[in-house]
C-alpha cells in the first residue's frame, strides 16, 4: 500500500505533547496544581445550568459578552474590538498565522521557546526560522533587531515569560522588534500573571502599534486548562482580520458561558498565583543550594540543569513518581510548580537523584 500524500512540511514530523503517565506527582504540563474553589465552581455550574436548554442553538459566533468581559480584566484602556477569544492561545496564533503567514510566508521566533510555534507553523504553509537567544536565554534588542532585519519575515513571535526557560523580555525588546519588523510581531505571555514584581506586559505598548499583538490564555493561572480559552488583545484591525479564518461558531457556548463566570471570580482563581510564584521561588532556591544551574523564571516553572544526560535524570524522577518535563534541550529539564506538597516530593526526589 502507497504512504498517504501528506504534505511535505509534516512528514516527520510529531505530534505536539507531554506524556500523560499516571503517576503521583505531575509536573510536566505548566497546569495550575490548585482545582478551582468550591464558589467558583458554583459560580460556574449556574452558568452552565443556563444555557443548556439553549444547546440547541448556534453560540454567538463572536463571543462579544466574553470578549467584552476579558476586555476588562485586561485593562489598558482595552474593548471588546480589541479582543478575540478561541479555544486556548494555541488556536488564537493559529488563526493568526492563517491570517498573516502561509505559503511563501515566514515567521520567526527566538528559540529555545514554545515548540508548538513551529508546528503551528508547519499547519499553516508558513516557513518557521529558528533565530537564537543569547548563552543565557536572554535577548537584547540589538540582537532581536539584527536577526529580524537579517530573516526579514512575515511575522515574529516573542514570547514573555518565555517556554521553556522562564525567561521575560524587557518592553525594550519588544519596542524594538515592532519598529524593525515589516509584519505582525506576535508577544505570546501566556504565564504573564506569574510574573515577578516590576515586570511589564506588552499590554502597555499596543497603542500606535497597529502591528502588534499580546496573546494569553487561561489555562495557567485561571486553573481553566480544561476549559480551553485562549484570547488576544491588539488593534480592531487584527480582529477583523482574524474573523476571516475563524472556522464559524468556534467557540462552544458551553465554553462561553464557564469563562464568563471564571472571569467573575478573577479574584478567586488568581488567589492561587502568589503560592505558586513561592513554590516557584522555593525550587529555584533549593535547586541552586544543590549545585544546579537555574534561570530565573517570571512563570510557573523552572528550566535547571546541566545534566551530562538529562533523560536519565528525567527517567530516574519518574521512577520515584515524579513526573517532570525533558523539553528535548540539552542538559536541561523542566519542572512546574505545584502545591507544597508535590515541591516537596520533586525536592526530596532530586536529592535522592543527585
Request: with cysteine.
Amino acid at each position: 500500500m502507497s504512504a498517504l500524500p501528506l504534505r511535505p512540511e509534516l512528514v516527520g514530523l510529531k505530534p505536539y505533547g507531554a506524556p500523560q503517565l499516571d503517576v503521583a506527582v505531575r509536573l510536566n504540563t505548566n497546569e495550575n496544581s490548585y482545582p478551582p474553589p468550591e464558589p467558583v465552581v458554583a459560580a460556574m455550574e449556574k452558568a452552565l445550568s443556563g444555557v443548556l436548554r439553549e444547546l440547541n442553538r448556534y453560540p454567538d459566533r463572536d463571543a462579544v459578552a466574553l470578549r467584552e468581559d476579558l476586555a476588562a480584566y485586561l485593562g489598558h484602556g482595552l474593548t471588546v474590538a480589541n479582543t478575540w477569544a478561541a479555544n486556548g492561545s494555541n488556536e488564537v496564533q493559529q488563526q493568526l498565522l492563517q491570517a498573516f503567514g502561509g505559503p511563501g510566508r515566514t515567521a520567526l521566533g527566538f528559540t529555545p521557546s514554545y515548540s508548538m510555534h513551529p508546528l503551528l507553523c508547519a499547519g499553516t504553509g508558513t516557513e518557521w526560522i529558528a533565530a537564537r537567544r543569547g548563552a543565557d536565554f536572554d535577548l537584547t534588542p540589538q540582537d532581536a533587531v539584527a536577526q529580524v532585519r537579517e530573516h526579514d519575515p512575515d511575522l515574529v513571535f516573542l514570547c514573555s515569560p518565555n517556554n521553556p526557560t522562564g525567561t521575560a523580555l524587557p518592553l525594550d525588546v519588544v519596542r524594538a522588534v515592532a519598529a524593525e519588523a515589516r509584519g505582525m510581531v506576535i508577544v505570546d505571555e501566556a504565564y504573564a500573571e506569574f510574573a515577578r514584581p516590576g515586570v511589564p506586559s506588552a499590554l502597555s505598548v499596543l497603542p500606535g502599534h497597529e502591528r502588534l499583538v499580546v496573546t494569553r490564555t487561561m489555562s495557567k493561572a485561571f486553573g481553566f486548562a480544561g476549559g480551553r480559552l485562549g484570547y488576544l488583545a491588539a488593534d480592531p484591525a487584527v480582529v477583523d482580520a482574524v474573523l476571516l479564518v475563524r472556522l464559524p461558531y468556534h467557540l462552544s457556548m458551553l465554553t462561553q458561558a464557564a469563562a464568563r463566570a471564571a472571569l467573575g471570580q478573577a479574584a478567586a482563581l488568581l488567589s492561587t498565583v502568589d503560592a505558586i510564584k513561592a513554590q516557584r521561588d522555593r525550587i529555584v532556591a533549593e535547586l541552586r543550594a544543590m549545585g544546579l544551574t537555574v534561570a530565573d523564571s517570571d512563570a510557573n516553572f523552572v528550566l535547571f540543569g546541566r545534566f551530562d544526560d538529562q533523560a536519565a535524570v528525567w527517567k530516574a524522577l519518574l521512577d520515584k513518581g515524579v513526573l517532570i518535563r525533558d523539553v528535548g534541550l540539552a542538559g536541561w529539564l523542566r519542572v512546574t510548580a505545584g502545591d507544597p506538597r508535590e515541591t516537596d516530593a520533586f525536592l526530596t526526589a532530586m536529592r535522592e537523584v543527585l
